[in-house]
Antibody
Framework: QVQLVESGGGVAQPGTSLRLSCAAS????????MHWVRQAPGKGLQWVAV????????YYEESVRGRFTVSRDNSKNTLSLQLNSLRAEDTAVYYC?????????????WGQGLLVTVSS | QSVLTQPPSVSAAPGQKVTISCSGR????????VSWYQHLPGTAPQLLIY???KRPSGIPDRFSGSQSGTSATLGITGLQTGDEADYYC???????????FGGGTRVTVL
């Protein structure tokens, strides 16, 4: 069965960096685009980034563009999100999610979520 | 403020029907497929509807989706207490070159 297991969250000070990872299994990872979505405390879901199946295309939500970098290693079935220049407003639960269909924007499997807290 | 607009909350009695609207613009809903998600606190979101009106396997036909112009709608019939959750619409926005979610709608079963 499809599994997405996230790791790397935690507490970070403003201006510092964190790296989130998402280990995928149970499907042909290299075939599907992968997304990151977050939910700040008391807020709704917010789309963060997407990377194409081969890593050639990457898109970001405006507030993270230039600070966050999404990447993937298809040989290791791993998705990553590098978070730089962290801000208090980046505090959220971060989810990795698999694209439902090739070329589509919907997301059918999600990780369990990873809490990132940015605080001094 | 979200790019896609949803009502903050809807409610109905068990067995009744609710509809949740999602309003956007031509750059998003008007030219891209809409998906809908159910989110219970502390759990991972679940895909209910993709490509405007298709249900993934395992999603009951009590859930339906439609799209017209720059708006989309999620319908839930035969409301159950287990349907109490937050529901989000989502799509791609061509102007932003980014994915977008609605602000979410809390469904309450009276």
């Amino acid at each position: 069965q499809v599994q997405l297991v996230e790791s790397g969250g935690g507490v970070a000070q403003p201006g510092t960096s964190l790296r989130l990872s998402c280990a995928a299994s149970g499907f042909t990872f290299k075939t599907y685009a992968m997304h990151w979505v977050r939910q700040a405390p008391g807020k709704g879901l917010q789309w963060v980034a997407v990377i194409s199946y081969d890593g050639s295309k990457r898109y970001y939500e405006e507030s993270v563009r230039g600070r966050f970098t999404v990447s993937r290693d298809n040989s290791k079935n791993t998705l990553s999100l590098q978070l730089n220049s962290l801000r208090a407003e980046d505090t959220a639960v971060y989810y990795c999610a698999k694209a439902h269909i090739v070329g589509g924007n919907s997301m059918d499997y999600w990780g369990q979520g990873l809490l990132v807290t940015v605080s001094s | 403020q979200s790019v896609l607009t949803q009502p903050p909350s809807v409610s109905a009695a068990p067995g009744q029907k609710v509809t949740i609207s999602c309003s956007g613009r031509s750059s998003n809903i008007g030219n891209n497929y809409v998906s809908w998600y159910q989110h219970l606190p502390g759990t991972a979101p679940q895909l209910l509807i993709y490509d405007n009106n298709k249900r993934p396997s395992g999603i009951p036909d009590r859930f339906s989706g439609s799209q017209s112009g720059t708006s989309a709608t999620l319908g839930i019939t035969g409301l159950q207490t287990g349907d109490e959750a937050d529901y989000y619409c989502a799509t791609w926005d061509n102007s932003l070159s980014a994915g977008v979610f609605g602000g979410g709608t809390r469904v309450t079963v009276l």
